[in-house]
Structure formats: C-alpha cells, structure tokens
C-alpha cells in the first residue's frame, strides 16, 4: 500500500467518522433509549406490546388515518406539482424566477406558523371560515399539501429543467403529438424524480408534527401525534414505543424506495445547454399555466389572510399585537409568558446559528464522501449506508428524538439534560439531511476527470479542492447554509422538548400563545407567526438568489 | 417534393439561416454540406417544425406547412447521437412509430424485425440502448425513422460520432438502405464524404446563407468560389484563387 492510499484511507475514516459518530450519540442513542423503555421497562424484553398495542382500535384508527392523509396528499401534491413544474422551470414564462420563490415558500415556513395560518384561515371569522373546515381533516389536509407542493415542484422541476429535449423531438418526428411524447417519453425520463418527491412527500406527512398537533386538536390524530400524548400525557412508554418502531419501518421501506428511484436516475445523462432552454407556452402548456396560478393563489391567500388578521382587532385595523409582542404581560396583560417575543426570538436565532453551523460542517462532510466516486464495490456500498442513514432522521419522529434526549443523555458521561447545547444538536439533526441533499447532488456533478486533468497538472489533493470543487459548490454551500438557519428557526417537534421553560423559542412560544384562550393570544400568536415567517422566507430569499436548484429537491 | 422557399430562422438578433430557397426531388437524397455553426442543423430543425421560421416557407408536394406540428408532418429525424429511448428496448424504439399508428401485437412485431434486418441488426430486438455501440444505436436510430414510413427523412449528421473506418462503412449501408426503400432524404453534415458517399445532391452552406446546389460529383468537381473549393479539400484552381 503507498502512503499516498494510506493517507486517502485515514482522511476518509476521519470523514466518516464524525458525522456517524455524532449521529451515534445523538441520534440513535435517544432512539434505542426510547424504545429500550417502551420494549424492556425492567431490563427484561417483552415484546408482547406490539401485539396488544396494535390490537387496540385506536391504534388502527390512528395508524389508518396517517396512511390515508398522507396518500392523498401526496397523490395532490404529485398531481398539481408536476405542471406546475413543468410551467415554472420548462416553459419561458414570464415572471417564473419570482413565482419560484412563491411557490417554495412554504417549504421553510415553521410548521406552527403554517397550522396557525390554517386555522386562521379556516376559524369561524376568518376569510374561509364558511367552509367548516377548521379541526377537521380537510384542513389539515390543505396544509399538508400547502407544505409539499415546494417539494415537488422543486424536485421534478431540478430534473425536468436539466432534462434532454431531443428524445421528445425524435418523438414527435416519429408521429408523436404532444400528449403522446408526454406519457411516452418524458414521464418515464421524470419517474425516478417524481417517486423520490412523492416518497418525501408522505414522509414528511405521515412524520408531520407541529401541523398536526395545531390543527387537529384532539379530533384527528396520526401517529407522530399520537407518540407525543402517549409520551407526555398518558405515561404509555411501550405504546409510544410500538408506534415508534412502526413509523420507522416505514420510514426506513420509503427511503429505500426513494433510494431505488434515484439511483435509477443515475444513468442519465445531462443534456447539452442548448437542448434544454425555456420553450414556448404553446396552448397545449396552457394547462400547466394555469395550475401555476392555482397553486400560486393557494401558497399566496393563506400567507395574506394571516398577515391581514395579525393586524386586525375587532373589526379594526391595529399594531396593536405587534406592540405586544415587546411585552412579558401579553397583550391583556394576562399572558404569563416568561420572555417576550422579541427574546424569543433572538434565543431561536442563537440556537439555530449553532445548529446550522453543526449541520453544515457535517452535512459537508458527508456530501464529499457520499459523492466521490466509489473505487471498489466494498466503497460503494458504504457511501449509499451513509447516504441513506443521514436521511433517517428526515422520518424519525422528531418526538422520539427529543423525548429519547431527555431519558438517554440525563447520566454521566454524557449529563446533558440542562445543557444548552442539546437544542442546536437536535434542530442540526433534523437539517442534517437537507444539507446533504443540497450539496451532494452538485459535488456529484462535477465530473471526476476535471479533478484528474487538475491532478495530472500539478494540483495536490487539497488544492485540487480549492481549484475544481470550491468553485463550484460555494454558492451551493451558502444555500445549504441558508436552509439549516431557516429549517432550525422554525424547527418546533424536538425542541419543544427540550426547550427550557425560561427560555423557550419562537415556535414554542406561539404554541404557548395559541394554547391559550382569548383573542388577544391569538392575535399575538398570528402577529408573532408573521415575524417568525418573515424571518425564515427572507433567509430562503437570500437563498433563492443563489439559484441553486438542488435546494429543497430530493 | 420538398420545397424551402427563402426559409429564414433567428435567434433573438443572430440569423442562423438566412434566406436559403432549396428543393429536394421525391426519391433523392440531398446532403446540406457546411462547417460546424453554419445554420444546417437550424434549417433542418426549422423543416421539422421543431424551430420556427422568421420568414419564408417550407411546403410539401404544393401544400404549405406552416401551422402544422411537428408529429403531423411525417418526417421523421434521425440524431446525431441517436436519442434512443432509454426506457425502451430495442424493439421498443423501432416499434414507437408504429405503436403511435395503432399497430401493434404480431403485425409490429414483424415489422420490426424486416426493419432491424434491413439494417443488418437481427435478433438485437430484446437488447437495452445502453449495451449498443455507437455504430449499433445509429442504425437502431435509422430503423426506428424508417418505421415511420416517412414522406422525408431528416438526417442530422447521422455518422459524426462515429470513427473513421466505422462511419465510412455506415455511410455505405445508409446509401443503400435509402435507395432500396426508396426513401427522400435530407442530410445535414460538415464531412464531404458522407456527402459524397450518400447523397445524389448537395447544397453548401456558409454563415446561415446557401452558397452553391448541384448534382454532388457536378459541386466537388466545380466549386462556385476559393473558400468552398477550401472546404471540400480540393486544390484551388488559379483562376479562383484571386479575387
């Protein structure tokens, strides 16, 4: 062996080493501790719990009801979010890059703001209160397929902007009229990226949280909620753990899925700069024109309604709420929060700078190996593990993770309870994944000969780094930053959790707002969810800048 | 008959084809012989409808085709590169035009293999695009535009990227392929050879605009001026050479 294989062998175990050891520790440690307690409370492993607990109506109910939920509105999603892809990175629609940023929107919005939105939206007095569809499942579903459209347009669009059009052409010569050369040519092309959006898309439903619990109140539940009040509410560990190990077969059978999907992608080739400009909006893309501008009235009336009702207070106009949110008293004085908003808010953006920075560096980390070629199959094997292992926390209940920190790293060596450093590494956790997925994809890209041309010129490894990569991948890697800072702001299954009651985040603290009766909380909760988005979409502004169109695709 | 008729094609301020009028006669094959960026590719893509005219017309035995799409006209393409459909097998793709007609079953079946035989690739119907070679995925490409039955074929540099010894044999077989099915033809190339070799006419083009059209022996022996004469590699006659 030279030393130069030698060397290349060490820095790539270092490299490994970190993120799966910070994942060990903080991600499937809690984990195994939490169902460790559900599956053997003294010591002794009784598995007889899945049988009971899964035999129980309520289980089934809950069970049926997230599979449901979240097929239908993955199957929304997939329906509305493939023309609207098609309109927004395939056709020269005037406008596009601003209705891009709309449409992605969502996509970084906290998930208490977008339940506080909903409900705002859909409580008797708001604009489509008539419907009657506030705590029901209809509003819930909404909101899922609100959240998910961005990653469908997103993913199938990444796939379709780059995507060869002169197989569709040598159709159409062949006799092929335009909806013909869709569904014989260039659905298959899109089909691995349409399975990948559609698996993220219901695993980001069936693992939903905050939403869920803003929405559904008591009526509705699924099984990350269900987890939740198992654990915190009715003390029933084992059948907190039960649900926990389902939701993550499942999880772990709709990555693998995904994973299949994408490396069937793996094959095609990038089309040359010119075979993939903007066409024109001929009438039969008129359909994908006009589910753009659905789907941007239906990103868009939402966001306005809130903004409408935060300043609006019995029937007239008001800052009334946003002056409140200076105040420990709460706007009648009553509301016993420990901090204002505004201090909340500065303890989010603290914690979430640390997470973003975890994130960051380890999702870096990770993107460089899971990305350089594979030099044997033993090699190739492990990059997909440890490609697919860092996208577990993605589906893992994010109340799983933060309840397993409680119980697991309460002892020495590892006495972190009161720490404040296990909110940073739990929001790092959860941004882990996205942070991989916007970086791995453009390291991927780079065609491994331009390293091997800057090699055979003279360049040692590392400047072969700062030469071929660093070029490309540093706008990527800002965006990637941008995303874990919004991500972590908004970030509320886990750290609700874990959040010290003196010192809660946003997203905790509009929970509190809205869990509380009186219209003067919720007006402050709709007030802070306004600044909160403000926060969050001005981040994922400055990254939509960026145009990096791996962002929030899968 | 193919008639192009003061045929103009821009992108944005760039002119790619600049007036160019041709005709290529039912049952002949005609070559656009030209460097690389001389608007062939463009005027080709503009006779498939696949680029719109600026100005001009392209009509088929008298009928003008402008309005019509692409998958009306009946001419089929072949690619430089093939653009075989990677999700389909071989037999796959050569049945494509003939599924979009409604034949399929025993009767494509068939069909498919006289086509794959006329192109001396039988018994490759079961084979993926990828395990083709380059020669290989051509001729595939060719069969699946000839079941189409075209009323013309369009060839964009069909043989460019394939070596020498392998592109100077397709060449044959493509010559041979099209007389004996009688096909009418337009190919786009940069390489007099293929020219040379396949077609019975040849247009030159220069800078978007056409320069000289004739019989292809009657252009290679008589070259209307210096550059052309420079580009068909022939020695420039002295009488030529000065302005």
Redesign the interface.
Known sequence: MTRDRAGRIAATTVAAILPLGFLAIFFALPVAGMLARGFAPGGVLDLGGFAEVLGRARTQRIIGFTLAISAAATVISVVVGVPVAHALYRLALPGRRTLRAIVAMPFVLPTVVVGVMFRSLLAEGGALGGLGLDGEWGGILAAFVFFNLAVVVRTVGAAWEGLDRRPEEAAATLGAGPATVFRTVTLPALAPSIISAASIVFLFCATAFGVVLTMGGLAYGTVETEIYLLTTALFDLRGAAVLSVVQLVAVVAMLLLADRARSRDAGTQRAAKSAIAPGRVTAYAMGSVIATVLAVAFVAVPVLALVVRSLRRQGEWTLDYYLALGRVGGADGRSALPVTVWEALGTSWRIAIDATILAVVLGLLVAVLVSRPARSPGGLRWRRLLDGVVMLPLGVSAVTVGFGFLITLDRPPLDLRTSPVLIPIAQAIVALPLVVRTLAPVLRAIDDRQRQVAATLGARPWQVLATVDLPIIWRPLLAAIGLALAVSLGEFGATSFLARPDSPTLPVVIYRLIGRPGVDNLGMALAASVILAVVTVTVMGVVERLRVSSVGAF | MLSISRVSVSFGATRAVDDVSLEVPSGTVMAILGPSGCGKSSLLRAV???E?LASGSVSFDGSDLAGV?????????M?QDG?L???LDVAGNVG??LA??GIRGAQARSEVDRLLELVGLAGYAARRP?TLSGGEGQRVALA??L??R?RLL?LDEPLSALDRSLRERLATDLRHVLTETGTTAMMVTHDHGDAFTVADRTAIMRAGRLVQQGETAEVWAHPVDADTAHFLGVSVPSDLAEP
Do not use: V
């Not at chain 2, 799409?69 to 393409?77: C, D, L």
């Open positions: 498939a409808g696949l719109p799409p692409t998958h009306r006209r009946g001419f089929a393409m690619f653009q459909f990677g999700h494509y035009a979009r007609k990828t699946r535009a079941a189409a075209p369009l």
